[in-house]
């Protein structure tokens, strides 16, 4: 009793010591992993401006309730672009001292439906009261949080359209590039040719290796500029079911075909028990038996499962078709009978007006007016059936109207009611006027489908307790055998196949074929993740991925695999022209075609505007930029074109007559250079001191 007591006594100190002893480890982890550990309080900066992060997080979680299906990643990288966007354009708006007045504000808050169209703050013309908008926020406390953020967005709004109208308006074209564009139209010239084309040597005799590509890249900076990426490969061992899996699902469903004797305790006989040819309830046989729940109605022959769409649509009734395979499931079917025009086709032009529901009315009309034109309209339809197309394009006030009114294929009562009585009491072809609460509709039944009633019993195709426990016994030995040996030998070894490696950014959510596996990419940025280290990672409904950390690419570029299949062709054909290059040798266009073998060729009038050479060979600025160049019967140097090693020799050039005026031309330069106001922003981003530090904080 005595032992007890003491026990008793220190139980409270033992509980302390544990209780200390389970703080420190949890402490330890939070400043090696988590919140205390974290080098920044910010989620980054912007050109020393930081982002706190709880801001941060309050609008990724806004995103997150507003998006639908939205992940946390891609909220936090919309946010994250937001971010980067409004703290670099603000600012430059503080730098030009852009200002917004009352009046800027209030247009732009009413360019937003739920403000401008909003009853609450409409007078009794239907026109917005700016007294009753400002009034109602002054006696609703919480609404005014509410449209103070909304002003702080229109006020950055606002400022972005004076920015833009500003930089728009800056944006010049001058005579001279007018008179430029005009000339590169219009002045022809007309040359002899010949071509050594790349294609005349093989790929395999020239190599390119990745040192070259690399440097390449570092020669062409701005183009092959990236975030710093890490190469990660992996083996993927698939979960699913096995031959034998597939034949004992093949087995059971069949099974369920004929009817099979039970022992009943209670009864303490053998029951009878009906299969699926003689079930009378079949509702409830296919929901006791199904993994897909039954299914009332009729469906097109279009919507069944395409192989075998023919013998089921053609099945009689109380016939039955199976097993056979639907995606990831075993069925069979029985027919319950054949229905006509279960599904209507039709096209219409909605007439609105005034009152009616009618979304985006064209034109105000009162409903005696909308009446009259949609008996117009339906005249016009009778008079000359081909018409409707062209008819619902100009007068419908539908969305449809860009399809020529065709609302595609629906069932019974998917419509209003009015609409849906004509579609389905008339045949295809019928034209007809009815009114709905959405307007006045002029109907033309195009087409109908008919459809077949099945009942299906469907069990899914998956791998048994079995299978799956093989599969992760081998995934969990290669997971272990890889951390110590070379991944790609082992991998060999245990009959699996190295998938090729994916390449992410520390903000990527999507992982190569294997779509969005976010913690696969989390898991190689951690910085306890170290080169060379694997871990297995459990995909539901797939299987296993072993994934190792195999690289980091830090210095700012592509990675060489990404950029291979770019760079390489640039690369072989520069080691091509210097091979072709060798050949052309001759002091004449004839000599030149006979030492490399080919003929000279004729391009006539061609221009700068459009340096196209015959023969289907494409656009050869170069080429025809050098024949521009060169006086009468004077012949080039090898050119390095696009397609090929070019020798030209100027046969004429016909400069075109001089034109007073080059408005059009300038005009022309003006509209391609249209959208240059758009490339400010990565202009900004390109030249901005960007920290980004939402890995810290595990996005």
């Not at 219009?186 to 010949?194: E, G, L, S, T």
């Not at 007068?395 to 009015?418: E, R, T």
């Not at 592509?558 to 080691?575: C, F, G, M, Q, W």
């Amino acid at each position: 009793m005595a032992v007890l007591a003491k026990i008793r006594q220190r139980s409270a100190l033992l509980i302390g010591v544990i209780a200390l002893a389970l703080f420190a480890f949890i402490i330890q982890d939070l400043f090696t992993r988590g919140t205390f550990g974290q080098s920044s309080k910010d989620v980054g900066s912007i050109d020393g401006k930081d982002i706190s992060f709880e801001d941060f997080r309050v609008k990724v979680s806004n995103v997150e309730k507003s998006g639908q299906g939205i992940t946390s990643t891609e909220a936090a990288n919309r946010v994250w672009d937001q971010e980067v966007s409004i703290a670099l354009l603000s600012a430059q708006f503080d730098k030009l001292g852009l200002r917004v007045g009352e009046k800027h504000l209030l247009e732009v808050l009413k360019a937003d439906p739920n403000i401008g169209k909003n009853p609450m703050f409409l007078n009794a013309a239907g026109i917005f009261d700016v007294a009753k908008f400002k009034e109602y926020f002054k006696t609703n406390p919480e609404a005014a949080q509410f449209i103070s953020q909304k002003e702080k967005d229109a006020e950055l709004n606002a400022k972005f359209q004076i920015y833009n109208t500003l930089v728009k308006a800056g944006l010049y074209t001058t005579v001279s590039e007018g008179k430029l564009k005009y000339e590169m139209e219009a002045n022809k010239v007309n040359f002899a040719y010949v071509a050594a084309l790349y294609s005349s040597i093989k790929d395999s005799e020239v190599k390119i290796s990745d040192t070259e590509i690399v440097d390449y890249m570092k020669k062409n900076e701005k183009k092959f500029k990236a975030d710093a990426t890490r190469e990660i490969q992996y083996v993927l061992v698939e979960d699913k079911a096995s031959k034998e899996d597939e034949a004992e699902i093949k087995a059971k469903i069949t099974a369920l075909l004929n009817g099979r004797v039970e022992y009943n305790a209670k009864t303490g006989k053998n029951d009878t028990l009906p299969g699926f040819k003689s079930a009378t309830n079949i509702a409830e046989f296919v929901n006791s038996n199904s993994d897909v729940p039954y299914d009332s109605t009729y469906v097109p022959k279009n919507a069944l499962p395409a192989v075998d769409a023919d013998k089921l649509f053609s099945l009689p009734a109380g016939a039955i078709y199976g097993p056979y395979v639907f995606g990831r499931y075993y069925a069979i079917s029985k027919s319950l009978g054949f229905k006509a025009g279960v599904n209507a086709k039709a096209s219409h032009i909605l007439i609105g007006y005034e009152g009616s529901q009618t979304p985006n009315a064209k034109e105000k009309r009162t409903k005696e007016e909308a009446k009259a034109k949609a008996e117009e309209i339906l005249a016009q339809v009778q008079a000359n059936p081909d018409s409707f197309m062209m008819l619902a394009f100009t007068s419908s006030d539908d969305s449809s109207a860009q399809q020529g009114g065709d609302l595609g294929y629906f069932g019974p009562n998917q419509m209003v009611k009015p609409f849906n009585d004509f579609v389905f009491s008339n045949g295809i072809g019928k034209v007809g006027l009815v009114e709905t609460p959405f307007g006045f509709h002029i109907i033309k039944i195009t087409d109908k489908q008919d459809g077949i009633r099945l009942a299906t019993i469907a069990q899914k195709i998956e791998p048994s307790e079995a299978t799956s426990d093989k599969v992760f016994t081998l995934a969990t030995k290669f997971e272990m055998d890889a951390a110590d040996k070379d991944f790609n030998a082992t991998a060999k070894e245990l009959g699996l196949k190295v998938a090729a490696p994916v390449t992410a950014k520390a903000m990527d959510e999507a992982f190569g074929p294997l779509g969005n596996q976010r913690n696969i990419i989390r898991w190689a940025f951690d910085k306890e993740t170290n080169t060379g280290d694997v871990k297995r990672f459990e995909l539901a409904n797939i299987g296993h991925v072993i994934a190792q950390y195999k690289s980091e690419n830090k210095s700012g570029l592509v990675s060489v695999t990404l950029a291979r299949p770019y760079v390489e062709s640039i690369l072989k054909n520069k080691k091509k022209a210097e091979l072709l290059k060798a050949k052309m040798t001759g002091s004449s266009l004839e000599a030149v075609a006979k030492s490399a073998g080919v003929a000279v060729q004729q391009a006539a009038n061609v221009t700068m505007d459009n340096p196209v050479l015959p023969g289907g060979v494409g656009q050869e600025p170069k080429v025809v930029g050098n024949a521009f160049a060169l006086a009468a019967n004077k012949i080039s140097a090898p050119i390095e074109g696009n397609t090929g090693v070019y020798v030209v020799k100027n046969i004429s050039t016909v400069k075109a007559p001089a034109a007073a005026n080059h408005a059009e031309y300038v005009a022309k330069v003006k509209a391609q250079s249209a959208s240059d106001a758009s490339r400010i922003l990565p202009a900004l981003k390109a030249n901005a001191k960007i920290e980004d530090n939402r890995l810290q904080f595990n996005y």
